[in-house]
Every structure is written in structure tokens, then in C-alpha cells.
């Protein structure tokens, strides 16, 4: 099986990598360029641990081929603090407890990153359908809907 | 271990000259979020992968000069969600659209894998129907127009025949007092494939149904188009008899199965409940289109 | 003792693991990697019920890139007469669950496994394994496996002479059960069914096995007790305990389902023929079709009152599906399920049912949710019948000190009376309902358990803390610890870091089950840390040239104390760590210890749920737990254990639950059809903590990691009863199931 050859941006920088055609994103970002942070929880579309932004639109790496990344830019878990600085979303979730065991912590921070860019001032109702596709079966939702909610009300108050 | 290929076309005529020239071998990728769910879990090995979104008339939207509108294949849910209009003109169409998965596959599903996979359950599919949306479809014998209920043939199965390519989805102009709507039941509030699902589109004038479509999903080997629901509804005020004889025509038309999704029961039950629900929401959106 | 001031105890900190957990570093078991490595995956049984009269794997084997193939020769047998238990475990059944033996017992049952240089070849090996099977007629469910022509999983199980599917039954008896009957005004006598769930942790089994040639094997995985995957390991593979390091990697949720091996003795093997590194991780489908679930069950709960609301006697039978292999949770079910009450009559049975479905695994109190379902939905209707208010009749039972339970113990200071008198006086229980809503109220109880626990309590050269334990944290139980070591030391808390040592550089610890991790871990923190401080006493005193005993901690620092006060300025614990090579060496100290006292725990919750009675579907409106947490040392981290563990039991009230098609297979091993909660599904969660101090414990911590889960399937059928007027015996609450029981009657009834 002949690889393929793929140029593309990840978390900001030029990268290159051979892939199979049928591997997915997520292999592909798991494996050799061992972004680990994005999880595989299922594979199949329904957990949301893989979730990455492509071209600044959420979606599951599991459900993209890595031949598809060909020229388009990918965002990943390992992007998303400033350096040594956390994203406000990552703090908050540390502040308030809004992750147990963390295995679903990558994508639902990912996942909520987008929800804040194209909505400041979600509603709980909002942030919850937003989620819906994040499974998290540790904490029962509440503390992380809060986290995503304090976040946004403290980001709307700080570029006020 | 199958030895797939991979090939991103930037025109149509070229994914249609690989899909042909593949034969059964070869599958259209849209979204994935059908077919790469289908492929590791080994129900599909295809040797080719023709990946349809370098494709700009597969990837557009464009409200044509009637006011009807043009939707290429693979635009996705998120993108059509964004557009200024379409959701204005087709709510039930969109939110149909934006029922499918979580906000992850949103970014990636389209209204064209949606129905080419053929799933009885597929979400967009009723709302179509409904809308009385066609497709323009393309393969090696050159271009065609169908009527959406005319693609699916069964369970993941469509009446394109081989090499043919789903272009586009062509809504039609809207009259005054005319407007849509789809629901669908699920057991969670998310992330489940419809029970049942329901599209209702009409046309209201100084009160009256004087046009109405009914697309039912989830109950039958392919969605239906429920045209003795519609009759019930047109010429009448959507008073109470008419709506229940509506959603008895639409008792009437199920022919599902017991799965792990719902039992024979269950969905001709619902059916019935759904078709009401989403004749008020349609016929109070018409009221003020 | 020290003063504690209450600095750090109590508040919430952020983890120690924070923010690696955040950044996406931390490194869970399918994350590792290591040079060569290479790639192992299991042939898994078509059948659910089939002799395995051959293996041939030789073409597996000639496969380009295949580097070995397993198979039940290669894990060591253990006879089926002589039991061999480790902890709740018999590995009698773990060697045949980890890789079918004579027989492969359900669909998914692993019969070979390969390692190749890719995941790919060693699928396609796995493909070309020809395994000859005599395929036989199976049962899934209890009542066909009860049947007196059912096929028999294990001809070697007898029950009343007669082989038999039933494995096992337990007893627990109190009083004279037909005297108490005979007081009773009012007897109600119900049956229940539940159906298996799954655990549904979200990462799958991984683990990553390297075997060198001299025998030392080092395994990374995700489970929740490193110990527990050695031991198990060791016994499978026959290689000695002392030449295996287990690893824990982080773990992606456990909820019990990680508290047996079925990777790592495949992959060490796999790794031993191969002289390689091998990495196995289980797909999410493998995880729903060969790990455990917990239970299914059939239940019949009688209970009888008299007119006052006494409750005189109460009698429960539970059948519970324990997979294919002997050790479903009876104890949990029939040892918790009337533990909550004060009843002077008690018989409770349970009865361990073997069928073709995988093995089940704890999980989160098991069994325990199974008997408070039935039992507090009998109490509802005693309440009922009585017309007394629900919470009413439980508080006029509650157990309270010195009750003495029928499994056992005479209960010391509890909290229970206490979180259904708050429940009580909550503005919840009062909120107006609407048409086709609802409130139900149901009380649990969990045992709890101590057990061995290690730690070892260091101070840096630089005058900070490492404090290392030996529980897999899954939920922030590192903060917790955290907390402690800087109350205690008396700095602060950011200064000490946690860590969860492997099985070479930490001292055996127990599962991280049973909800004992803080309960056992803070106490061998504590007197590792309260030796810790008499070694910095001992070496200020050194310095300072006087006694030891004249000698004080405070706030992180010594301080000449007595005939002393004032003779010597105070020394920082960074001050004596300094001095630490001139005044004796390193300064640290370490305890393991079998920890006792742990308690159990008691919880009560009130759920509001509305129905759409057109749909059958039911929707929770309001949720608030009341638990008697001993002390939230993290009081975050403790609310979210009661809040992910009233969603669990949601799930599985409503939705969630196995479904298997004609041929045996289970119907729906994906997330997308096992229906766990999403969260568009929730409302917000309250969890009310009445901290009652366990009076065994340095900072009087219960368990409280398990009972959140035991109320909630009553509370939420008792809801939907008193929405529709209509009850359910049966879970899950499905729309269909819902739909199905609602007639003109009752709809008008309830509206
Ligand atoms: C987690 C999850 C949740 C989901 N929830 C829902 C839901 O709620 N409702 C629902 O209806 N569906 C749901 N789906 C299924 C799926 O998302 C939808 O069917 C979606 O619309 C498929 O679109 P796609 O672009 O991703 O299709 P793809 O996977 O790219 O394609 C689907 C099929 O159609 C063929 N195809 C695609 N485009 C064309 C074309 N232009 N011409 C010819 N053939 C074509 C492909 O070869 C393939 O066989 C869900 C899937 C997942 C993973
Ligand atoms: S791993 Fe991609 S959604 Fe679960
Ligand atoms: S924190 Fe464990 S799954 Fe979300």
C-alpha cells in the first residue's frame, strides 16, 4: 500500500507526514506525529475525545481520513494553551473541578473553545446541546456546563 | 489488508470518470461520517475513495433568481446553518439538516450522504421529501433530475446507478404563507438515530391548507412521502378531525420493524403523535412567512 | 496530635495532575509507546456458547509481519475443582475469561491473540486462525438459564445436587421473618427486573507489555490497581511477582470495570514469544462485548408494616446474571438492600446466575443499586398504601447508631437519619410540580472498605513534599491527598506533589475500589506525615541543641516550645531540610498499613422527572442528593462523585441497557445505540454534603465514591410513578416501555 505524502498546518506550524489512505486523522495524529492529547474513545462519531478543529470548524479526527488534512489546518489539544499560559477555559476547568478521570477533558475543552469563539454568551441550554457530543461519564455534566459558563461570563467581562 | 486509494478531484467530471471507471469498487466520501464509521467497522472495503469537497459545485449554495435554492451535495450542516436566507425560507429543511449528530459531525455530514446512504432513519431525508426537493444527479451517461423519494431503494441502497454522482439538492420557490418543519423522536435529547421522524411542508391562505407535503422517516424500508396525510390536510383549516386523519394516514403508511431502536408498536404510535406536533409548528411558522 | 487549622482541608485546590490533564500530556495507557513496539489484538469467539475442539494457528503464523500468536496453552490452567481466590476473584475464572479454555462462553470470548507489526496484520492474522467449534445452544437471560432444559454453562456447578446454572446464593437472616409478617398491616410483595449495563468508561482497556529476555516485564496500563494487574498477571503468565513492574498509566474511568485483567496477560505473553514490546488496546466495540457489565437482575421484595409506619418485616430474593463465570455481586444486592432501615425481621437471598454474556465486573457499589430498586420502590407503596409522606416512612425507619443490620454490623454514628431530614426540610422537596411531573424520593447504603494501603512521605532538599501512594487516582483523589500532607505539615499545598507509584517503587495497595481510596490512602498519608514532622521536630531540636519533646510544629514550622518559647527563632520546614545531610540525612518516612474502620455510606435523593405522555419519553427536571460524606476534604471532587454517579443511575433508569439479537450477539456495542446520558439529557445537579466525621478516621473521612449511584433508580421510578400514577417494575424506562404502559385511564388519572 503506497503512502501518502501530506502537507498540512497543525496547531499553527507547517507539517508534513506519510499516512495510509485509509488511516484516520486521529491515527495519523496519535500515532507518528504522537499528538496524543486527542483521545479515542470510540472511533465511530459518538464520544467526541477526538474532537479537533479543522480549518476552524469542530469536528471528530476520527471521522476525518488523514489524506483529507492535504493543505487545510488542524487544531489539536496541545495547541490550545499560550505557551506556559492555559487557555481561560483549561484554568476554569482546573478551578472548578470539571474533569475526574480527564479522559474526555481534551475534547470538551476543544469543543468548548469553538462554542466561545462563535458565541460569547451561551446559555446553559446552549453549551449543553453544543457538548451533546462529548461523552463524559465521570462527572455528570454539571461542573463542566458551569466551567464553560463562568468562562464565558469572565472573558466577556475581561475584552469589555 | 485492502488496498485503498485515495483521490480528492477538483471537477465533477473527473470524479465521475474515477467512480465510473472503478465500478462497485469505488465510494463517493462527503462528510464520512457514514462511511468511515462503516468502513472500520468492516462493513465496507472500498478500493477507492473519491472524496467529492475540492468539487465547487458539490460544495455551494446559491439562491437561484425564483428564489428557490441550489445546495451542492457535501455542503455540511454547520455551513448551511450559516447561510443568511436558507434557514429563513427552510426551517424545516435546516433544522432537519441540523438534527444529524453532534455539533463534531455537523461540521462534516451533508444533506447528499445523508440520503445516498440510504438509511430509512437519515434525518434530512423526510424534510426533503417534504420540501419536494430534487437532485441533480451525474454519471457517465451525463445529468439527470429526480425527485428526492425517487433516490432511496432500500436499505442502504439508492436508485443511482452506477458511477452516478448526487450534485445537488434543488429546493423550490416559496409561496406566501408557506413554511416547514421536522421532528423526530429519540429516546436522549441528542446524539440518537431517529425512532421516527417527521417533515411537514404547507401552504396556508387566509387560513386554509391549500398545499402540503408529508415525508415520513423510520418506518418503512425507505423515507416516505405520505400523500394521504397531505390530502387530509389540504382544503382544510388544519382543524383537529383533518389533523387526525392526517396522522391516521400516517398510522396507516408504516410498514416498520422491531429493532433496538423502537418496536412496530412503538413507531406507528408515534408517527401519528409526530405528524401533529410538526403540523402546528409548520402552520405556525407559515402563518407568519 | 497536631493542631490543624483547616487551611487546605476542605478547600478546593487544584489537582496535582491538573494541568497535565488539561493540556492534553498526561499519558493514559494507549498513549505510551516505546521503541520496536509492535501490535497485539484478540481473535474473539463468533459463538456465545461453543466447544473449542481445535485451534490451528499456523497460517497466522507464516503471515508476513506476525511475530506471535497465543492461546489459551500459553495462560497457565487452573483446575476447575480448586478454587484459587484473589480478593473477589477466582482465577479459576480469570484464566478461562482472559482466553476461553475448553469452552468459549460468549460472543466476543477471546480464543487467540496475535502480535504483529501492525494493527492491520494482526487483524488479517487473526482472520486466517481456524478454530474448529462445536457450536451449542445457549442462554442469555436469567429465566432461560433457569429453565429446567437450559443448557449448562459448567457441568462441574451444582446447585441442590443437579448441575445447574445457579453458582451461587448467600443468605442474610435477622429476627423471625413469619412472626414479623404476622404484626404487619399492610404486606406489598413486588418483582423487578434490570438489565446488564455497562460501566461506560470513556478510554478502552490499553496496555502496553515489554518482556526481556531475562524475564523482567514491565506493564503500562490503565487499570484501577497496579497490584492487581501483577498479581493476575504473575498467576497467568507464571512469571514470578517480584520480576513485573506494573505501571499505572492514568486511567480513563474505571466505575469497578478495571478491576480485572483481560489485556495484559495476553500482551506479556504475546510480548515473551515475540521478545518485543506489544501494545493492546481494545476497540469500543471489544470494550461493550467482552468486559464487564454489572448485573442483570430479577428481584421480589416483600415488605410489611403496621398502621404507624413501623416496618416489621422485610424479605428480598435476587437473581443476579454474573456473565459467564461464577461471582455476580449478590452481596452488594442482598447485603445493602434493606441496610438502610431499622427492621427487626430480615431475609435476604441472592442467587449468582451463570449465562452466555461476558463476565461481569463491579461496578460503582455493586449489586447494591440492584436491591435499593426494589426494595425502595416497595417502600413507595408501603408509604402509599399507609398514606404516610415517603420521607416520612424512611425517617421513622431510618437505621441510626447502634442498629443492628442484618448482614452484620451494629452501626456506629451515621449520617443517614441526617440526609433524609435535610432532604425533608429542602426547598426541592416542597417545589411546585406540573402536569405529568413527578418527585420520588429513595435512601442507599454502601459498605465501604479500607484494606491495605502504602505511602511514602518525602521531603526534597529543597524543603518540599513528594508524597506517593498506591491507588490509581481516578477522580482527583491527588488533590485530596495533597490537602492533607500541607494541612498537616502546615504549608502550602501547592508545595506537595502526589504521585501514584508503581509496584516497584510504592508499597501494595489495594484496588481503587470499594470507594476506599481516601479513606485508606489518608491514613498512611497522615501517619507518614506525622512521623515526617517528628523527624523535623527531632532535627530542629538537634540544631537548637534541646530535647526533642521540647520541640513544636506550627504553620509549617519548629518552634522551641516550654522552658524554650522564644530561645531560638523558628526553622521552616526548607530551613531543617537544608541541615537535612548534617543532622541525620534524608528526612522522610513511609507506612503501609491494612486499613480498618471504614464504614459505610448512606445517601437520599429526590428526583423530579416530567413525562411526554404522547412519546413515553421521561426527562429528569431536578436532581439533589443528600449524602453523609464524613468529611469533603475536596469538596468538589465529592460533589462530583455524587453528580456523575446520579447520572450513571439515570442512565441506566432510562436508557441505557443491553440488547441482544436472535443469534446472542449483543445488538448494540456502540455509544451510539447504548444509550449513556449526553449532556443535553441533564439538568444541573445538586449534591447536598452533610458531613457527619467518621469517627474511625484521623480527619474523619467515609467512602463516597459508590453510594451516590444506589438510590438513583428508585428515585427516579418512584418519580415517574408519582407523575403517571402508574408504576414500572421493569428497567430501563424506555420510551417504548413507557409508552407502552399508558391507557385513557391512567392518563386522566394522572392529569
Ligand atoms: C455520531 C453520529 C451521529 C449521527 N447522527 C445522525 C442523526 O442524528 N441523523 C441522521 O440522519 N444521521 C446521523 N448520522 C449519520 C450521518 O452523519 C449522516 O447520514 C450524514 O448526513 C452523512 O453525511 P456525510 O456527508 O458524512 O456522508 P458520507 O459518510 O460521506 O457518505 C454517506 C454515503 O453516501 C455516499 N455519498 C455521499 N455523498 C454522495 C454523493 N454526492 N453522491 C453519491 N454518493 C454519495 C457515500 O459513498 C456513503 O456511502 C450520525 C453519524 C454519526 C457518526
Ligand atoms: S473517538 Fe472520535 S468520537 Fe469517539
Ligand atoms: S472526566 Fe472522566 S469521562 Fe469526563
Known amino acids: 500500500m503506497a503512502k501518502l505524502h501530506i502537507s498540512t498546518k497543525i496547531n499553527g506550524e507547517p507539517t508534513e507526514f506519510l499516512c495510509d489512505p485509509n488511516d484516520s486523522m486521529l491515527d495519523v495524529l496519535r500515532g507518528p506525529l504522537a499528538l496524543t492529547g486527542s483521545k479515542e474513545g470510540c472511533g465511530s462519531g459518538d464520544c467526541g475525545a477526538c474532537s479537533v478543529m479543522l480549518d476552524g470548524r469542530l469536528v471528530c479526527s476520527c471521522l476525518m481520513l488523514a489524506a483529507e488534512a492535504e493543505g487545510h489546518e488542524i487544531e489539536t489539544i496541545e495547541g490550545m494553551a499560550e505557551g506556559e499560559k492555559l487557555h481561560p477555559l483549561q484554568q476554569k476547568f482546573l478551578e472548578m473541578a470539571a474533569l475526574q478521570c480527564g479522559i474526555c477533558t481534551p475534547g470538551v475543552l476543544v469543543a468548548s473553545k469553538a462554542l466561545l469563539e462563535k458565541n460569547q454568551n451561551p446559555t446553559e441550554t446552549e453549551v449543553r446541546y453544543w457538548l451533546a457530543g462529548n461523552l463524559c461519564r465521570c462527572t455528570g455534566y454539571d461542573k463542566i456546563v458551569r466551567a464553560v459558563l463562568d468562562t464565558a461570563a469572565e472573558m466577556r467581562e475581561a475584552t469589555r | ?289 | ?751
Open chain 3, 1 to 751: 496530635m497536631n493542631e490543624i487549622s483547616n487551611k487546605w482541608i476542605g478547600t478546593n485546590t487544584i489537582r496535582p495532575d491538573g494541568a497535565d490533564k488539561v493540556t492534553g500530556r498526561a499519558a493514559y495507557a494507549a498513549d505510551t509507546s516505546m521503541p520496536g513496539m509492535i501490535w497485539g489484538r484478540v481473535l474473539r469467539s463468533p459463538h456465545p456458547h461453543a466447544r473449542i475442539k481445535s485451534i490451528d494457528t499456523s497460517k497466522a503464523e507464516a503471515l508476513q509481519g506476525v511475530k506471535a500468536v497465543v492461546t489459551s496453552k500459553d495462560i497457565v490452567e487452573f483446575p476447575v475443582d480448586k478454587p484459587v481466590a484473589l480478593g473477589i476473584q477466582d482465577m479459576r475464572w480469570m484464566s478461562r475469561n482472559v482466553m476461553a479454555r475448553e469452552k468459549a462462553l460468549f460472543h466476543g470470548h477471546p480464543v487467540a491473540a496475535v502480535a504483529a507489526m501492525s494493527e492491520a496484520i494482526a487483524a488479517e492474522a487473526c482472520k486466517l486462525i481456524e478454530v474448529d467449534y462445536e457450536v451449542l445452544p445457549w442462554a442469555i437471560e436469567i429465566e432461560d438459564a433457569l429453565k429446567p432444559d437450559a443448557p449448562i454453562l459448567h457441568d462441574f456447578v451444582q446447585f441442590e445436587g443437579k448441575p445447574s446454572n445457579i453458582a451461587g446464593t448467600l443468605e442474610h437472616k435477622l429476627g423471625d421473618i413469619e412472626a414479623g409478617f404476622a404484626k404487619a398491616d399492610v404486606v406489598i410483595e413486588r418483582s423487578f427486573t434490570t438489565r446488564p449495563v455497562h460501566q461506560g468508561y470513556i478510554e478502552t482497556h490499553a496496555c502496553l507489555v515489554s518482556v526481556l529476555s531475562d524475564g523482567k516485564t514491565t506493564i503500562w496500563s490503565s487499570s484501577q490497581g497496579q497490584f492487581m494487574v501483577r498479581a493476575m498477571t504473575s498467576l497467568l503468565t507464571g512469571i514470578p511477582q517480584s520480576s513485573i513492574r506494573a505501571i499505572p498509566a492514568e486511567i480513563g474511568g474505571g466505575f469497578g470495570g478495571k478491576t480485572i485483567v483481560y489485556l495484559e496477560p495476553l500482551a506479556t505473553m504475546l510480548s515473551k514469544k515475540s521478545g518485543r514490546p506489544v501494545k493492546m488496546v481494545m476497540s469500543r466495540e471489544e470494550v461493550m462485548r467482552a468486559t464487564g457489565p454489572t448485573s442483570g437482575s430479577t428481584s421480589t421484595v416483600k415488605i410489611g408494616a403496621t398502621k404507624d409506619g413501623t416496618i416489621v418485616a422485610a424479605q428480598g430474593v435476587f437473581y443476579l446474571q454474573a456473565g459467564c463465570f461464577p461471582g455476580s455481586p449478590i452481596r452488594g444486592a442482598a447485603g445493602c438492600a434493606f441496610a438502610p432501615y431499622n427492621i427487626a425481621n430480615v431475609v435476604s437471598r441472592g442467587f449468582d446466575v451463570v449465562s452466555n454474556r461476558s463476565k461481569v465486573a463491579a461496578y460503582r457499589a455493586p449489586g447494591a443499586p440492584i436491591g435499593a430498586y426494589a426494595v425502595e420502590c416497595v417502600l413507595d407503596e408501603v408509604a402509599e398504601a399507609l398514606k404516610i409522606d415517603p420521607l416520612d416512612l424512611r425517617i421513622k425507619n431510618a437505621a441510626r447508631e447502634g442498629t443492628k443490620a442484618a448482614h452484620g454490623p451494629v452501626y456506629p454514628r451515621i449520617g443517614l437519619l441526617e440526609t433524609m431530614e435535610s432532604a425533608r426540610k429542602h426547598p426541592h422537596y416542597k417545589a411546585p410540580l406540573g402536569k405529568f411531573q413527578g418527585r420520588g424520593v429513595a435512601s442507599g447504603y454502601w459498605f465501604n472498605a479500607g484494606g491495605e494501603s502504602s505511602a511514602q512521605v518525602n521531603i526534597t532538599e529543597d524543603g518540599n513534599v513528594v508524597v506517593t501512594t498506591g491507588h490509581p487516582d481516578i477522580g482527583g483523589s491527588r488533590a485530596a491527598i495533597a490537602n492533607i500532607a500541607a494541612e498537616l505539615l502546615g504549608i502550602d499545598y501547592r508545595r506537595v506533589s502526589v504521585l501514584i507509584g508503581d509496584t516497584a517503587t510504592v508499597g501494595y495497595s489495594n484496588l481503587t475500589g470499594g470507594s476506599r481510596v481516601l479513606f485508606a490512602s489518608a491514613i498512611v498519608v497522615t501517619d507518614s506525615a506525622e512521623q515526617v514532622i517528628g523527624q523535623l521536630k527531632a532535627r530542629a531540636a538537634k540544631i537548637w541543641g534541646i530535647s526533642a519533646d521540647a520541640v513544636v510544629w506550627e504553620n509549617g514550622e519548629a518552634r522551641p516550645s516550654g522552658d524554650h518559647t522564644g530561645n531560638f527563632p523558628t526553622m521552616t520546614l526548607a530551613e531543617i531540610a537544608a541541615k537535612a545531610t548534617e543532622t541525620g540525612g534524608p528526612i522522610g518516612a513511609g507506612v503501609q498499613l491494612n486499613t480498618t474502620g471504614a464504614e459505610g455510606g448512606f445517601s437520599t435523593h429526590i428526583c423530579d422527572v416530567e413525562v411526554d405522555v404522547d412519546l413515553g419519553i421521561v426527562r429528569v427536571l431536578r436532581y439533589t442528593s443528600f449524602q453523609d460524606v464524613g468529611r469533603a476534604i475536596h469538596p468538589a471532587y465529592v460533589e462530583g462523585q455524587i453528580q456523575g454517579g446520579a447520572v450513571q443511575g439515570i442512565g441506566w433508569a432510562l436508557n441505557e441497557e443491553y440488547i441482544y439479537n436472535k443469534k446472542g450477539h449483543v445488538d448494540n456495542p456502540g455509544f451510539l445505540d447504548y444509550r449513556m446520558p449526553v449532556c443535553s439529557d441533564m439538568p444541573m445537579l445538586d449534591a447536598v454534603m452533610i458531613e457527619i466525621p467518621n469517627p474511625k478516621h484521623p480527619q474523619g473521612v467515609r467512602g463516597v465514591g459508590e453510594v451516590p449511584l444506589v438510590p438513583v433508580m428508585a428515585a427516579v421510578a418512584n418519580a415517574v410513578h408519582s407523575a403517571l400514577g402508574k408504576r414500572y417494575y421493569s428497567l430501563p424506562m424506555s420510551p417504548p416501555k413507557v409508552l407502552e404502559g399508558l391507557d385513557e385511564g391512567t392518563l386522566q388519572a394522572a392529569e
Open chain 2, 1 to 289: 489488508m485492502t488496498d485503498m486509494r485515495y483521490l480528492a478531484p477538483s471537477t465533477l467530471d473527473e470524479a465521475v470518470g474515477a467512480f465510473a471507471a472503478a465500478a462497485g469498487a469505488a465510494r463517493i466520501l462527503a462528510g464520512g461520517t457514514d462511511i468511515l464509521v462503516q468502513m472500520r467497522a468492516g462493513m465496507v472495503q472500498p478500493g477507492l475513495i473519491v472524496d467529492i469537497k475540492k468539487i465547487p459545485e458539490l460544495t455551494g449554495i446559491e439562491e437561484t433568481a425564483d428564489g428557490g435554492f441550489v445546495i451542492g451535495a457535501a455542503v455540511s450542516g454547520a455551513v448551511l446553518y450559516e447561510h443568511p436566507r436558507f434557514g429563513e425560507v427552510w426551517p424545516g429543511v435546516l433544522e432537519a439538516i441540523n438534527l444529524i449528530g453532534s455539533t463534531q459531525v455537523q461540521g462534516r455530514a451533508s444533506a447528499g450522504g445523508n440520503l445516498c446512504n440510504g438509511s430509512p432513519a437519515g434525518d434530512s431525508v423526510p424534510a426533503m421529501i417534504a420540501a419536494g426537493a430534487t437532485v441533480t444527479v451525474q454519471g457517465p451517461n451525463g445529468r439527470r433530475q429526480m425527485p428526492v423519494e425517487a433516490v432511496p431503494a432500500g436499505p442502504g441502497r439508492t436508485n443511482l446507478t452506477p458511477g452516478e454522482i448526487l450534485v445537488s439538492f434543488t429546493l423550490p420557490p416559496r409561496a406566501k404563507g408557506a413554511s416547514d418543519a421536522y421532528l423526530r423522536m429519540i429516546p436522549r435529547t441528542e446524539m440518537d438515530i431517529a425512532v421516527v421522524g417527521c417533515g411537514v411542508n404547507l401552504t396556508l391562505k387566509d387560513g386554509v391548507c391549500t398545499a402540503a407535503r408529508v415525508g415520513l422517516g423510520a418506518v418503512a424500508p425507505t423515507v416516505l412521502l405520505v400523500e394521504a396525510a397531505a390530502k387530509a390536510l389540504i382544503g382544510s383549516k388544519l382543524d383537529d378531525a383533518a389533523i387526525e386523519t392526517a396522522a391516521a394516514a400516517c398510522r396507516a403508511a408504516c410498514r416498520p420493524i422491531d429493532d433496538k431502536r423502537g418496536t412496530i408498536v412503538y413507531r406507528t404510535k408515534v408517527a401519528g403523535v409526530l405528524l401533529k406536533r410538526t403540523v402546528a409548528i409548520a402552520a405556525d411558522r407559515a402563518g407568519r412567512a
